[in-house]
């Protein structure tokens, strides 16, 4: 006999948990691979908590990876005492997973000089992990801490330009690397912060990408028949008139995947092939199927 679900539980709501923990998992262990094994060696300084840590590492008794996993607790700490309830178990559980696999890195695989002898190489791969794995976290509504919790409660009690303040901390830890490393180092990192942002902001609408149609046609039927049961999509249907031939038309409007919209395109070229196709991109889609907000 199967068991009933409980009352409030949704039927695969555990399995969907599983999965976005997993995903989460798997974007903070790209991060820190990418802080460790590129950011770390070459003194890189751009980018939020593992930027300080890098010149904390250098003027003070700690490590990288140990200044890191204390910046980091302490953060989550101040979340706990200034936000509360409103401080994200997604963001507590990858702030604490990346500050443990840094520092497992360092014990298991301890570094003495970069991977390689260029500098520009590390440095794409210093920008590219953090940000994939960064952009992965923040499709699942989680962050990796950091900077994102000084954020969260300068929003909750100021007024102060959140953007302006995480990019003006940002830049102030970036510039602190012309005087604590040499020029070079420091070029690369400033280099690194200007490209940063824009990866970020690429990888999340890369990600979130989807196809918005709008289909005039003559016979919706069949179109809405394979869209809600082939593709287990909806759409809305609305009357149309042709300014030209006069007759009825019907316009039909729905989202889907990359993956889907190739499907259903190619149906519909096959049986509507006097209909008219406008195709779009769109990366922020906000309803059931999509996202919740």
Request: hydrophobic share 45%.
């Given at each position: 006999m199967t068991k009933a679900p409980k009352d409030g539980e949704e039927p695969g709501m555990k399995s969907g948990i599983f999965k976005e923990y997993a995903i989460i998992s798997v974007s903070t262990f790209i991060l820190a691979v990418g802080i460790y094994f590129f950011k770390f060696p070459n003194d890189f300084t751009f980018g939020g908590v593992s930027g300080l840590s890098v010149v904390l590492g250098r003027v003070t008794p700690f490590s990288p990876a140990g200044a890191n996993f204390l910046l980091n607790l302490l953060l989550d700490l101040g979340g706990f005492l200034f936000l509360g309830k409103d401080f994200g178990m997604k963001t507590v559980y990858s702030s604490l997973l990346l500050s443990s696999m840094v520092w497992g890195l360092e014990r298991l695989m301890p570094l003495a000089r970069p991977l390689t002898d260029e500098p520009m190489l590390e440095l794409v791969f210093a920008v590219l992990l953090p940000a994939f794995g960064s952009a992965l976290l923040f499709h699942e509504g989680a962050s990796s801490g950091g900077t994102d919790i000084i954020a969260m409660i300068l929003k909750k009690y100021t007024s102060v330009d959140i953007g302006k303040a995480?990019?003006?901390?940002?830049?102030?830890?970036?510039?602190?690397?012309?005087?604590?490393?040499?020029?070079?180092?420091?070029?690369?990192?400033?280099?690194?912060?200007?490209?940063?942002?824009?990866?970020?902001?690429?990888?999340?609408?890369?990600?979130?990408?989807?196809?918005?149609?709008?289909?005039?046609?003559t016979e919706p039927k069949p179109i809405l028949d394979y869209i809600t049961n082939q593709l287990d999509r909806s759409a809305t249907v609305c009357d149309g008139l042709g300014a030209y031939s006069h007759r009825r038309k019907y316009i039909i409007f729905t989202v889907m995947s990359r993956s889907q919209a190739a499907q259903l395109r190619r149906y519909i070229r096959r049986t509507e092939p006097d209909a008219f196709l406008l195709i779009c991109n769109t990366s922020e889609i906000i309803g059931k199927g999509f996202h919740s907000e």
């Amino acid at each position: 006999m199967t068991k009933a679900p409980k009352d409030g539980e949704e039927p695969g709501m555990k399995s969907g948990i599983f999965k976005e923990y997993a995903i989460i998992s798997v974007s903070t262990f790209i991060l820190a691979v990418g802080i460790y094994f590129f950011k770390f060696p070459n003194d890189f300084t751009f980018g939020g908590v593992s930027g300080l840590s890098v010149v904390l590492g250098r003027v003070t008794p700690f490590s990288p990876a140990g200044a890191n996993f204390l910046l980091n607790l302490l953060l989550d700490l101040g979340g706990f005492l200034f936000l509360g309830k409103d401080f994200g178990m997604k963001t507590v559980y990858s702030s604490l997973l990346l500050s443990s696999m840094v520092w497992g890195l360092e014990r298991l695989m301890p570094l003495a000089r970069p991977l390689t002898d260029e500098p520009m190489l590390e440095l794409v791969f210093a920008v590219l992990l953090p940000a994939f794995g960064s952009a992965l976290l923040f499709h699942e509504g989680a962050s990796s801490g950091g900077t994102d919790i000084i954020a969260m409660i300068l929003k909750k009690y100021t007024s102060v330009d959140i953007g302006k303040a995480l990019f003006l901390s940002d830049l102030l830890i970036t510039l602190s690397s012309f005087f604590v490393f040499n020029i070079k180092t420091a070029l690369f990192s400033f280099l690194g912060l200007l490209s940063k942002s824009l990866i970020v902001d690429s990888v999340i609408e890369g990600i979130n990408l989807n196809k918005y149609f709008t289909v005039i046609c003559t016979e919706p039927k069949p179109i809405l028949d394979y869209i809600t049961n082939q593709l287990d999509r909806s759409a809305t249907v609305c009357d149309g008139l042709g300014a030209y031939s006069h007759r009825r038309k019907y316009i039909i409007f729905t989202v889907m995947s990359r993956s889907q919209a190739a499907q259903l395109r190619r149906y519909i070229r096959r049986t509507e092939p006097d209909a008219f196709l406008l195709i779009c991109n769109t990366s922020e889609i906000i309803g059931k199927g999509f996202h919740s907000e």
